[in-house]
């Protein structure tokens, strides 16, 4: 007798792993994928993870690559069509400090392997707020699309002062038309009355708290660490998790 046997399946998150310094995807066969439920996890190519079946709504993955310090994500069931970067640190700059004209560097101490972020201007990338969706989340545009859209932090700022850190993704509908979108609706910041988009350059400490962020084309302007929740009205304010001594520990700029 012939037992025919169906498998299905159920979507439940996808992620894509990018690299903090080059934003491009990182794709390789070694990544350990750790989730905190019981899932079934498939590789695609661009450095994409599709996870299957999780038997919980929400979920955390951690994500160890060599090379990369590991990466912590709270991933909730969402389509195919909302795809969550997720940045991986380098353990070191590598060959890629080689590759570009202006560089400059910064480091210090914060607890092991906590995450710190750095407020930045760059040269290089303009970000505009467009409009806000349905759904809370706000839609921009960028003149360097897979700079800003590939789950960047972002530090938003409003006519009141208010200030929100967010996540950048890329949703598929806006995708053909070169926009991108915040990861999740805004909670504090009136979307309606942005009056500043400014990236924010992230690293995760190693075992001894040490920390590199590689920045391109940085502008000379005042460079502040951030506080951890991103919510605080003042982004001058040090994080709890780094001392206030940031240093610039080196600036090259090649003529190629």
């Known amino acids: 007798m012939k037992t025919d046997i169906t498998l299905s399946f159920s979507l439940s998150s996808v992620i ?28 695609k190519e661009n450095g994409i993870y599709v996870f299957l079946n999780a038997e919980s709504p929400e979920f955390q993955v951690r994500v160890e690559l060599p090379a990369y310090r590991f990466e912590i994500r709270m991933l909730k069931r969402s389509s195919l069509d909302n795809i ?27 607890q092991p392997e906590s ?4 407020l930045c201007p760059v040269r290089y990338c303009q970000i505009r707020f467009c409009k806000q969706l349905r759904d809370g989340r706000i839609l921009m545009e960028s003149s360097n699309f897979l700079y800003a859209a590939t789950g960047r932090s972002l530090l938003l700022r409003d006519k009141a002062g208010r200030t929100e850190l967010i996540q950048t993704a890329v949703d598929k509908v806006y995708l053909s038309e070169r926009y991108f979108v915040s990861a999740a609706p805004l909670k504090i910041v009136s979307a309606e009355d942005i009056i500043e988009i400014q990236p924010v350059f992230c690293a995760r400490a190693d075992a001894e708290g040490n920390y590199i962020i590689a920045v391109e084309e940085a502008e000379e302007k005042e460079i502040f660490l951030i506080e951890e929740d991103g919510t605080s009205e003042s982004v001058t304010a040090v994080s709890s998790e780094a001392k206030p001594n940031l240093k610039q520990v080196q600036k090259s700029r090649r003529d190629g």
């Not at 894509?16 to 989730?35: M, P």
């Not at 060959?95 to 101490?109: A, E, H, M």
């Open 16 to 43: 894509q792993l990018v690299d903090e310094h080059t934003n491009q995807y990182i794709q390789s066969g070694k990544a350990r994928i750790y989730t905190s439920c019981p899932t079934k996890v498939v590789q």
């Open 84 to 110: 969550i970067p997720v940045r991986m640190t380098p353990k070191n700059l590598g060959i890629w400090t080689l590759q570009n004209r202006d560089v400059t560097y910064f480091s210090g101490i914060a």
């Open 115 to 118: 995450y710190v972020r750095l």
